[in-house]
């Protein structure tokens, strides 16, 4: 299970290679345990809960659709990228769709 150091740390990595926290997403027990500790780290994502424990990033391109990078927050690495545009009507569908994808490939990791 993730704690408060692990995804300090998933973070930090993002950040320093030019991705900006925008969302996390968490199990009832992970956002029982972390939801203060993330708010306080980073005041300015938004916290959602989900079935699964992950983290959207974007790094804005230097032309063209936003890089949005969701990313597993587990003991095993997993991410899956989209480029998006923000504005677009559909845009919260491609998130919620990308989710599906990324929880469906992260439970059939597990069961392997």
Do not use: C, N
Request: aromatic content about 8%; glycine content about 4%.
């Amino acid at each position: 299970m993730t704690d408060a150091s692990d995804f300090r740390s998933i973070v930090d990595m993002y950040v320093k290679h030019g991705w900006i926290p925008r969302r996390v997403l968490l199990s009832a027990a992970l956002r029982k345990e972390l939801t203060d500790k993330i708010a306080e780290y980073i005041p300015e994502s938004q916290i959602v809960e989900r079935e699964i424990d992950a983290a959207w990033f974007s790094r804005p391109p230097s032309e063209g659709p936003i890089a949005w990078e969701i990313r597993s927050l587990g003991s095993t690495p997993y991410a899956l990228v989209e480029h998006l545009d923000e504005i677009d009507p559909g845009f919260e569908a491609a998130l919620a769709t990308v989710e599906k994808r990324f929880a469906a490939a992260v439970a059939a990791r597990r069961s392997a």
